[in-house]
C-alpha cells in the first residue's frame, strides 16, 4: 500500500507492506539509515525519530498511520551541511563513543529542549532515560545538552 | 625490527604538539549527523537475507536434518548445513577446534545453529526456517558447572566436561611459594565464597555481516568483527580458501565490549555468498542477538588468606571455577588470566591458585569486558574486605598494609615494575576526604529499621596488564605519506568507540611530526591494514600505539634523510614538526613534507611508507608451575564509594564516588574521560542491575532482549562522583602511555558490595546486588542479630 507523508520537509510517498515499520520505511525505502534498530521492541531509542514534532521510536509505528504527517529524521535535523548546536555540542562535548544510540539520543534531546528549554540536570536524566547507551554512561550526552540549552539560553 | 628512540619526539624542548590534547573524534562529524554507516546499514539491489535454525533445545542428538521443503519455497535461492561446509572437520576455534560451524550430530545450547536460510526477503527466510525438520532427541541438560564436573556426568564434549589447560595437571595451576607452609604459620586463615553472573555485552548494534563475492570471485565480507585479521585466518580455514581469496571490511562497530571478539556470522554470510553468487546480508534482532551470543562468564570463587599476627598477609590461595558454556571459545586463556590477577593487587608472598573451566550446556562464556578480571576483583575486594574485618582493622588501613610495592611479585612470580597502586589509592583518599585511622573498624552502630536509610564505604583496588597473556599478541602498522604530504595510518585495528582511531591517529602525527588535519587513518580492512589482533584485551594504546610510533618514525626517517640531502645539511641538524622539514640551525632552510613527498616520489622515484611492529615481552606461563612474566605491563587503579541504601525497597544509590586510573600519559583526555564514564555505567549494572539467568544456573527466565535484560539508563548513575586521570609514566607504552578502556569497568562492583555490607552490616558476596537480594541480606542479618 502506498502511505504519502512529509519527510526531512519534502513529501515523499512510500509504496510498502501494511505492517511496514516507520523505521523499515526510512532505512530501506529512502535510504534514511541515521535511525538505527537497537532492539526493535521500544526499549533503547535507537530508532527515535520526530512524529509531527515529537520523539516516538520508529520501530513501533506502522508507517500507515504516518499518512499525511510530519515526520524528521537525524537528517533532517540540519540545514544543508551544518550542524545543529545540539549536534554541534554533541560533538564538542565528545557525547557520541561508538555512535550506534547517537542518532536517537539526538532526537530525544531535542524533544527535550523543545518542551524543556532550560532543564536541570535531573530534568535532563529524566528526559533521556528512554535511550540507551552502553558506551558513554551518559555524563557527556547529559553535559552536552546542558550545554546546548544554556547556550540557546544566552542567545535569548 | 630495531627500536627507535621511545623517547618525546623532535621536538626542540620536548613539548608534545598533539598528544595529551583534548582533541575532537576526527570522525566525530558522521556520529552526530546519521551519516556514519554501520554494516547493518545501507542496501544491495537483490541482496538476500538470512535467518538460521538455532536449536529450541540446551542439549540434544541431531538424528536428521530436512531442508527439503524449505529450499523448494518460493524466494529461498540457498540453504546450508554441516553437509555445505567446506572444512570437513566442520569445527572451528581459536584456543580448542570444537565449535561446528553449523551442527551435525550435536546441539549443546539452546541457540545453536543448524541450519542457514538465505531467501529474497526476512519474512521469507524466516518462513523458510520454519519449515526446515530437525530430528531432535532431546538429552538431560547439564546448566551446573558442579554438576558438569561431578564424576560419571554425562559427556558435553568427547572428552569429559572440564577443558584441558596444561599437560601436567589438567587444569589451570599457579604455585608461588608455599602455601602450606603460609597457611600452618598464619594467626588466622579466613575463608569466603563468592559468585559472579552471567552478563550480556547488550551493546546497541546487534551483530550483522554482508557478504559478497567480487568480480574476482572473492569473497568480501562487511563485518562488525573486533578482530577482522584474527577472524579471517579462520574463515579462511573454514571455506578452504587462501587468505588473498577473502577479504574482511571492518573498521566500525557500534559497540563491542568483546561481543563480537568471536566467529558468529561471518563464516556462514561467507558460504552462502559462494553458494549463491550473491550479496547476502544477515542481522540479528535483539532477541537473536540474546540467545546466540556469547555471554560473559559465570565463576565460583573460593578465596582462602592467611594473615600473621601483625595483619599482614602471608599467602593467599584462590579455586576457581568457571562456567563456559557450550564450547572452549577463550575458556583456556581466560582462566589463566584469572588466576594471574585474583590475588588483588598485594605482596602476597605464597599463591596456590586453581583454575577450572567447566563446559555446561549454556551459550559460550567467551570475553566480556573485564575478562575475568571483573571477577577476579570482586572476589578478591570482598574477600578482602571479610579478612580486614576478622583482624580487626579498618578495610582501608589493611590494604594500605599489604599493597603492592615497587618490584613485588605478582601472581606469576614475575617482579612487577611502575607499581603505581598506592599513587591510586592515595589519591582516591584526598578526593574523596577520608582520614585513615589504623584501629578503627568501621561497622553500622545498629541494625537499620524499614524506615530507614543506611550509609557505609566500599573500596576497591585494582590491576590489570596490557595484551593478551603469555604474549603473542602482535600489532602492524603503516604510515604513508601521500604525493601531496598528506599522510595515511593504516592498522588492523577496529573503532569499537573508545576514539581508537583518532588516538592512534594522533600518536602517528605527534611521531612523524604533522599536524592533525594532514593525517587520516585506514581501520581493520585485511586487504588494506597490516595484521594487528584486533580491538580488545587492553592493547590498543600500548601494542598498537607502539606499532603506529615505530611506524611512523620509520617513516619520519626516510623523510629526513631526502630532507637533509636536499637541504645540504647534517642528519643530525634536521627535525619534522608541524609538517615542516627544518635545519636546527637555520629554520629559514626549510621543506614542507609536500615538497618533499614530490621529490621523493617523481623525482627518486620511491615509495614513502614507515612500518613498524609491537609484540609484547610477555611469555607463556610454565606448564608446571605456571609462574612467568605473563604481561609485558601491569597498570594500577583506585575506587571509593559512599552508597545509601533504602532499606524499604533495597535499592541502593551512588552518592560520592571516586575512579582513578593512572594511565601513564592520556594520548587524549577527553576519550580517557569517556572510558571511565562508560565504565562506571557497565560497574553500576554489573553491581547493582544485570543477570542475564535470573535463577542461575536454571535457563528459566533466560533474558531474551533489552526488556528483560536491564543494564543502566541515564537516572541510574552516580549523582557525586569523580574521575582522576593520573599520569605517572610508563617506560615503554607510546608517549609514556599505558593501557585503560577494558579497565575502567572493574572497580566498581567490588567497592559498591563493600559499601553495601558496610552500611547493612551483612555480607553479601554474590552479584548482583539486586534490590530483592539486599532486602534478603537485611533481612538474614536481622535474624541473626535478634
Redesign the interface.
Known amino acids: 500500500m502506498d502511505t504519502t507523508f512529509e519527510l526531512n520537509g519534502s513529501m515523499v510517498t512510500a509504496h510498502g507492506g501494511v505492517a511496514d515499520s516507520l523505521l523499515e520505511t526510512l ?2 525505502t529512502f ?11 521500544g ?2 531509542g ?1 530508532c527515535n525519530v520526530h512524529l509531527d514534532g515529537r520523539v516516538v521510536p520508529a520501530c513501533l509505528v506502522l508507517t500507515p498511520t504516518v499518512e499525511g504527517r510530519h515526520v524528521t ?3 533532517g535535523l ?1 540545514d544543508g551541511d551544518g ?1 545543529t548546536p545540539l ?2 555540542a ?3 562535548h ?1 557525547a ?8 536517537g539520543q ?1 532526537m530525544a534531546a531535542a524533544d527535550l529542549l523543545a518542551t524543556c528549554p532550560d532543564p536541570t540536570e535531573s530534568d ?3 528526559g ?15 553535559e552536552a545538552i546542558l550545554a546546548a540549552a544554556h547556550a540557546a539560553g544566552q542567545e535569548g | 625490527m630495531d627500536s627507535p628512540k621511545l623517547d618525546v619526539s623532535d621536538s626542540p624542548d620536548g613539548a608534545l604538539d598533539v598528544v595529551g590534547q583534548r582533541h ?2 576526527a570522525d ?11 554494516v ?4 544491495t539491489p537483490g541482496e538476500l537475507h538470512v535467518k538460521a535454525t538455532l536449536s529450541p533445545y540446551p542439549n540434544a542428538r541431531i538424528l536428521g536434518i530436512d531442508t527439503a521443503a524449505a529450499a523448494a519455497l518460493p524466494g529461498v535461492v540457498a540453504v546450508v548445513t554441516h553437509e555445505d561446509v567446506p572444512l570437513e572437520t566442520n569445527r572451528h576455534g581459536l584456543y580448542v577446534k570444537d565449535q561446528p560451524v553449523l551442527c551435525d550430530d550435536h546441539v549443546r545450547y539452546v541457540g545453536d545453529p543448524v541450519a542457514a536460510v538465505a531467501a529474497v526477503d526476512e519474512r521469507t527466510a524466516a518462513h523458510a526456517v520454519s519449515l526446515i525438520e530437525v530430528d531432535y532427541e532431546p538429552l538431560p541438560p547439564i546448566t551446573d558447572p558442579r554438576e558438569s564436573l561431578a564424576e560419571g556426568a554425562a559427556e558435553i564434549h568427547t572428552g569429559g566436561n572440564e577443558a584441558a589447560i596444561t599437560e601436567a595437571h589438567g587444569h589451570c595451576v599457579i604455585r608461588k611459594g608455599d602455601w602450606d607452609g603460609a597457611r600452618r604459620a598464619a594467626a588466622r586463615v579466613i575463608t569466603t565464597r563468592h559468585r559472579t553472573q552471567v552478563r550480556e ?6 551483530h550483522a555481516s554482508v557478504a559478497h563475492l567480487d568480480a574476482d570471485g572473492k569473497v568480501v565480507i562487511h563485518t562488525c568483527s573486533q578482530a577482522p585479521h584474527l577472524h579471517q585466518l579462520s574463515i579462511c580455514e573454514i571455506l578452504q580458501l587462501p587468505l588473498h581469496k577473502v577479504r574482511l571490511v571492518g573498521g566500525r ?5 568483546g561481543s563480537k571478539n568471536e566467529l558468529l556470522m561471518d563464516h556462514i554470510t561467507g558460504l552462502l555468498a559462494l553458494r549463491t553468487g550473491r550479496t547476502v546480508k544477515w ?1 540479528w ?2 532477541e537473536e542477538e540474546s540467545l546466540v551470543s556469547t555471554k560473559d562468564q559465570a565463576y565460583d570463587l573460593t578465596y582462602h588468606t592467611a594473615v600473621d599476627e601483625d595483619g599482614m598477609i602471608l599467602g593467599r590461595k584462590v579455586e576457581a571455577v568457571r562456567d563456559n558454556g557450550a564450547y572452549t571459545v577463550f575458556g583456556t586463556d581466560a582462566i589463566t588470566k584469572m588466576g594471574c590477577y585474583a590475588p588483588g593487587p598485594y605482596r602476597i608472598p605464597s599463591y596456590d591458585y586453581d583454575g577450572r573451566v567447566a563446559y555446561t550446556n549454556k551459550p559460550p562464556s567467551a570475553a566480556m569486558r573485564g575478562y575475568n578480571v571483573a571477577d577476579a576483583h570482586f572476589a578478591a575486594e570482598v574477600h578482602t574486605d571479610a579478612v580486614a574485618r576478622a583482624v580487626g582493622l579498618d578495610p582501608l588501613a589493611f590494604r594500605l598494609r599489604n599493597l603492592l610495592a615497587e618490584g613485588d611479585e605478582g601472581a606469576t612470580g614475575a617482579p612487577i615494575e611502575e607499581v603505581t597502586i598506592g599513587d591510586c589509592m592515595t589519591r582516591a583518599v584526598e578526593v574523596m576526604g577520608w582520614r585513615i585511622d589504623r584501629e578503627r573498624v568501621v561497622r553500622p552502630a545498629s541494625i537499620p529499621t524499614s524506615d530507614e536509610h543506611a550509609r557505609g564505604y566500599g573500596i576497591c583496588a585494582g590491576w590489570q596488564g596490557v595484551g593478551a597473556t603469555g604474549g603473542g599478541d602482535p600489532s602492524t602498522a603503516e604510515v604513508e605519506v601521500l604525493a601531496d604530504g598528506s599522510v595515511v595510518v593504516r592498522t588492523g585495528v577496529v ?5 581508537e582511531g583518532t588516538s592512534l591517529t594522533m600518536i602517528a602525527a605527534e611521531e612523524l611530526g604533522v599536524p592533525m588535519d594532514g593525517i587520516t587513518i585506514v581501520l581493520g580492512d585485511t586487504e588494506r591494514t597490516p595484521f594487528d589482533l584486533g580491538t580488545l584485551g587492553n592493547r590498543i594504546t600500548w601494542i598498537a600505539g607502539n606499532a603506529v610510533r615505530r611506524a611512523a618514525a620509520d617513516c619520519r626517517e626516510k623523510l629526513l634523510d631526502t630532507a637533509a640531502e636536499m637541504l645540504e645539511v647534517d642528519r643530525t641538524r634536521v627535525r619534522l614538526r608541524k609538517g615542516i622539514a627544518a635545519s636546527v640551525d637555520d629554520p629559514s632552510a626549510s621543506l614542507t613534507i609536500a615538497e618533499l613527498a614530490g621529490a621523493m616520489k617523481f623525482g627518486q622515484g620511491r615509495p614513502i611508507i614507515g612500518t613498524g611492529g609491537y609484540l609484547s615481552s610477555a611469555v607463556p606461563l610454565d606448564e608446571a608451575t605456571g609462574l612467568g612474566a605473563a604481561t609485558e605491563a601491569v597498570i594500577f587503579a583506585a575506587f571509593l564509594v559512599e552508597v545509601e541504601v533504602d532499606c524499604r525497597t533495597g535499592q541502593v544509590d551512588l552518592v560520592r564516588s571516586v575512579l582513578v586510573h593512572d594511565v601513564g600519559r592520556a594520548i587524549n583526555p ?2 580517557v ?2 572510558q ?7 560497574g553500576i549494572g554489573n553491581a547493582l542491575m544485570e543477570e542475564f539467568l535470573p535463577e542461575y544456573p536454571s535457563l528459566r527466565q533466560q533474558a531474551r ?3 528483560h535484560y536491564k ?5 541510574d ?1 552516580a549523582t557525586g562522583h569523580t574521575n582522576v586521570i593520573l599520569e605517572i609514566p610508563s617506560k615503554k607504552g607510546p608517549f609514556g602511555a599505558k593501557a585503560l578502556g577494558e579497565y575502567t569497568a572493574n572497580l566498581q562492583a567490588p567497592a559498591i558490595i563493600n559499601a553495601i555490607n558496610d552500611a547493612l552490616g551483612t555480607e553479601i558476596s554474590d552479584l548482583p546486588a539486586t534490590p530483592p537480594r539486599v532486602l534478603a541480606a537485611i533481612k538474614a542479618r536481622a535474624t541473626e542479630v535478634g
Request: aromatic share 8%; glycine share 18%.
Open positions: 532505512r530501506d535510504g534514511l539509515t541515521g535511525a538505527r534498530p537497537g532492539c526493535l521492541t526499549d533503547c535507537s529524521t537525524v537528517e540540519a550542524l549536534q554541534q554533541f560533538h564538542d565528545y557520541a563513543q561508538c555512535g550506534y544510540c547517537t542518532s539526538l535532563v536524566r529524566r533521556m532515560c528512554g535511550n540507551l547507551c552502553r558506551c558513554t554512561g551518559y555524563t557527556k550526552i547529559v | 575532537g573524534r566525530g562529524t558522521g556520529l552526530v549527523t546519521g551519516r556514519q554507516r554501520y547493518a546499514d545501507g542496501s555485552h547488550a551493546p546497541m548494534e546487534t562497530v557500534g559497540g563491542g565490549f542481522v534482532t535483539r573503532e569499537i568507540g573508545a576514539g577527553l576519550f574521560e569517556g571511565m564514564d562508560g565504565g562506571m555505567a557497565f532482549g533489552l526488556h543494564i543502566p539508563t541515564a537516572m548513575m
